[in-house]
């Protein structure tokens, strides 16, 4: 159970992005850590690409640098009302991640950051059985988030991370092997790996040519 610092860091913007961007420092940065989960990925100005969980557009804003044609999906219209005068740039659907408002096989990537922990086990099944439904043939999953850290020195900071601000389904994420779970849903992993000590993952999957 977070503490009462969880809710007003959502309430209050400026309390968000600093927490975020102290997190990014061990990664180089905001601008880094917002882009990890993107390198070497085939992208072009007109790939389809969705933000999944996107909140008030901090991905949002750099997924714009690499597409002409980004949307953002989030269930909170608080967020997405913040999204959209953050990055005007991109088209918002307001919906839940384990049941998109969205067509089959329509997004050539599908990026999400730092928002699976927020989800439960059977949320994360949902979740990834969607994200194969909304992506194109050969089409490319890609996500930053938790994982449990290697270094002993990365591992008060995470811990004391998460019991200020995060809630029971993040604890479970760091005894989940994502992998095999998209590897279950239908997904060949084409890229996994850790940083900042083990204490950030991030996965790049490929739905395969059907």
């Keep these: 159970m977070a503490t009462f610092l969880r809710p007003l860091s959502y309430k209050y913007q400026w309390l968000y992005d600093t927490i975020s961007r102290l997190a990014a420092i061990p990664v ?7 882009e990890l989960a993107l390198l070497d990925l085939p992208i072009t100005k007109e ?10 557009g901090q ?5 714009i640098n690499y597409s002409t044609n980004v949307t953002g999906l989030d269930i909170s219209p ?9 990055v005007p740039q991109a088209k918002y659907i307001e919906g839940f991640a384990q049941k998109m408002p969205l067509p089959d096989q329509y997004f050539d990537i599908v990026h999400t950051s730092v928002a699976l922990h927020e989800m439960t086990t059977d949320e994360l099944e949902a979740i990834f059985a969607e994200v194969y439904r909304v992506l194109k043939p050969e089409g490319i999953f890609t996500f930053i988030d938790l994982h449990k850290p290697h270094n002993p020195l990365f591992i008060p900071g995470i811990f ?5 601000f995060e809630t029971d389904t993040a604890w479970q994420l760091l ?21 900042a000590g083990g204490s950030l993952q991030v996965i790049q999957a490929k739905k395969p040519l059907i």
Excluded: H
């Design 47 to 56: 790939s389809k690409i969705l933000d999944l969980c996107c909140g008030a």
């Design 59 to 63: 991905t949002t804003k750099f997924l």
């Design 175 to 195: 005894k989940t092997d994502l992998s095999v779970k998209l590897i279950d849903s239908g997904f060949s992993i084409l890229k996994q790996k850790l940083y």
């Design 160 to 164: 004391a991370f998460m019991w200020l």
């Design 78 to 86: 608080l967020s997405l009302e913040k999204a959209k005068k953050n």
């Design 28 to 34: 180089g940065g905001e601008k880094k850590f917002r």
